[in-house]
């Protein structure tokens, strides 16, 4: 049990800062703002990033052992060397992105929130980072509740605090950290995949 507290904060940590002024980021202001619904907003974030975080550390797992060979290995460590350099490019909310009807109860709000947040965060690099730390650590669990918690400890203030935290905060900078921690993770990667 132990053992898994790395793991869990590194999946945590990766995609806390991956998500910092990410569109899904974006749209977790867009949402709250929308349907001023923040526990049906926030529980829409949870559901629809416990789905999509699943599968894509299934998936990541999947392809990892379907392809475990030195290679794949590198492969692996050169995609997180890669994420750091797609993390320091900012990310735009697109209008033609968020197609939500405007609901007026909390229950439309938590279902355009789950399914907006799902479909937004496919190809996101927060779900690229999930594939890649489940292929790295070969847990789905315990990746899939780190992303989850980076998801939602940086979606809360967004959808609390809203335009006032976006103001605020360094995003740059972070852009910056989350980079330096992905390629971090690339290189030991990549340095235990060679030797």
Do not use: C
Request: aromatic share 8%; charged share 10%; net charge neutral.
């Amino acid at each position: 049990m132990l053992d898994n507290i790395p793991v869990l904060a590194t999946s945590a940590g990766v995609v806390a800062l991956a998500e910092m002024g990410d569109k899904t980021q974006l749209l977790a202001f867009v949402l709250a703002a929308r349907f001023r619904a923040p526990f049906a907003v926030m529980a829409g974030i949870l559901l629809a990033t416990l789905a999509n975080h699943a599968l894509a550390a299934w998936a990541g797992m999947a392809l990892a052992s379907w392809l475990d060979s030195p290679a794949f290995r590198i492969a692996v460590a050169l995609g997180f060397l890669a994420m750091a350099a797609w993390i320091l490019v900012p990310d735009k909310l697109d209008d033609a992105e968020i197609k939500t009807p405007s609901p007026t109860t909390a229950l439309g709000a938590l279902f355009a929130t789950t399914v907006a947040f799902f479909i937004v965060e496919i190809g996101d690099k927060t779900q690229v980072a999930t594939m890649a730390l489940a292929a790295r650590y070969q847990s789905l669990w315990v990746v899939t509740a780190g992303t989850t918690l980076g998801m939602m400890l940086t979606n809360a203030p967004a959808v609390w605090l809203g335009d006032k935290l976006l103001a605020k905060l360094p995003l740059p900078l972070l852009r910056r950290l989350a980079a330096a921690l992905l390629a971090a993770v690339g290189l030991i990667a990549l340095w235990l995949a060679l030797f």
